[in-house]
């Protein structure tokens, strides 16, 4: 299946369906095994998965299940994590809201990438009360620009949410 879905790199709606339930798939083996975590996470799967993400940027159900599966690879999975870190999840997940703003199931799938991996990282290595090295990451990148945008967010949501990740002053976590 990693090399269907690596090979899938036609723009065509064949090949965004081939991702979309093959990232369904996965989702379903990881979401609640971390035997299958460990295994799929040591073959490539945050590779495989957040590339088709990039490939198949007109398809929003395709970008729904990738985005859903990453989160459910990377989640309580440092490992996972730092894989899905080296490979841009976070702005795969940002390009996923700038393209699908008015797709509420896509908005809502990546949002979801971006609190899993948030949580995921705060809880591994952050001390209480200090700022994530995800959240600024995500600030970074502009994804709480891109979740204002959708409209899915207000922006009281977007400030609790940061200050909840200890980032009280938006332009310097970004810098």
């Known amino acids: 299946m990693r ?10 709606d064949r090949a965004a369906k081939f991702y979309r339930w093959g990232a369904h798939a996965l989702r379903n083996l990881v979401v609640r095994s971390v035997p299958m975590q460990d295994a799929i996470g ?5 590779s495989v998965l957040l590339q088709g993400l990039a490939v198949h940027c007109a398809s929003a159900r395709a970008h729904e299940a990738g985005c859903k599966a990453v989160a459910c690879l990377l989640k309580h999975h440092s490992r996972n994590l730092a894989a899905c870190f ?20 896509a ?30 990451a995500a ?3 502009g994804a709480h620009v891109a979740a204002l945008a959708a409209g899915h967010v207000t922006v009281v949501e977007c400030a609790l949410l940061l200050a909840a990740r200890g980032i009280t002053d938006v332009s310097k976590a970004a810098e």
């Open 42 to 46: 040591a073959a490539g799967g945050a």
């Open 107 to 136: 908005v809502e799938a990546s949002l979801t990438l971006l609190c899993y991996a948030a949580d995921c990282s705060s809880k591994a290595d952050e001390a209480p009360g200090e700022a994530s090295a995800t959240a600024i």
């Open 86 to 105: 080296a490979e841009r999840a976070l702005e795969r997940a940002v390009a996923v809201l700038q393209a699908h703003a008015t797709d509420v199931a």
């Open 3 to 12: 090399a269907r879905l690596a090979a899938s790199d036609c723009r065509c």
């Open 139 to 141: 600030v970074s990148c």
